[in-house]
């Protein structure tokens, strides 16, 4: 009985917290001035969307932003379907545009078909495969048909939290394993150089804590001769300004995989 009072005593505890806090937030809101609810839906938004499926412009609502952005979502989850067509005519548009490198977004099941599609249809750029620690040792005769293809690197083809398999991985296959999720601290990095989980380090500032820890594990993954590569997240212009300025150091060679700032 005891254990229950404690319970219901903390439940209102939190209760009340969150009231307080929610109380106090709109109360010194509206002394500022400051609106809350959904009216800004119907405000310009400011900005323009370079890709989407309707024309979209800086004079926009917020609202048509956000039908548009869940219009490019959805396009983006069709064309990862088994829509060779889609992935192939995505890899085009980024050669056009200037990409050094492509990367195709791969899944046990879905990986030699639209990988040997891109290489047919953009000859002359690197081409490389992103499993998303999809893969693990039971898919190994997949993973080998896809080595065969000479990529310039697979990344992160098991689960981050699996270094040991894509050690295994990495003796294995000739086409080099890049890790991604895999890396996001200098202690995660120390025990993928420790077991040779890999030969390609994916640098992503915002995942390794900002800029300066970024150049520090690309300097430590260069000491261990691993290649390096700049990628991108789902993040804003400047978040993307920032991964191109580390993409540009000369030490840090290689194509990147960072999308337009706009």
């Known amino acids: 009985f005891r254990g229950l009072v404690y319970q219901v005593v903390a439940a209102l505890l939190v209760v009340a917290a969150g009231w307080y806090l929610v ?31 309707w024309e979209f412009d800086s004079a ?5 932003a956000f039908l548009v952005g869940l219009s490019n979502t959805l396009r983006v989850a069709v064309g990862f379907a088994d829509d060779v067509g889609t992935v192939v005519t995505a890899a085009e548009e980024a050669v056009d545009a200037g990409a050094a490198l492509v990367v195709v ?45 000479r990529l310039d690197f697979i990344e992160q083809p098991a689960s981050p939290d699996d270094l040991p398999t894509s050690a295994d991985l990495a ?3 000739t086409t080099p394993i890049a890790l991604d999720e895999a890396v996001s601290s200098p202690s995660e990095l120390a025990c993928a150089l420790a077991v040779g989980a890999g030969s390609v380090l994916t640098l992503k ?3 390794l804590g900002g800029i300066q820890r970024t150049i520090e594990a690309a300097a430590r993954a260069r000491a261990a001769s691993w290649r390096l590569h700049v990628g991108g997240m789902l993040e804003s212009g400047v978040g993307r300004a920032v991964a191109r300025l580390l993409a540009a150091r000369a030490d840090v060679p290689g194509p990147g995989m960072v999308g337009p700032t706009s």
């Open 105 to 149: 977004k791969i899944r046990p099941g879905w990986s030699v078909e639209p990988v040997r599609a891109v290489m047919d249809a953009c000859p002359g750029v690197g081409i490389a495969a992103d499993a998303n620690g999809s893969f693990g040792l039971g898919d190994v005769a997949e993973i080998k048909d896809l080595d065969h293809l």
């Open 60 to 64: 926009e609502t917020y609202a048509k």
């Open 23 to 53: 109380h106090n937030t709109l109360l010194n809101m509206r002394v500022r001035g400051i609106q809350s609810g959904f009216d800004f839906l119907q405000q310009p938004a400011g900005f323009a969307i370079s890709e989407s499926l």
């Open 205 to 207: 500032p915002a995942r």
């Open 171 to 173: 003796r294995l296959l």
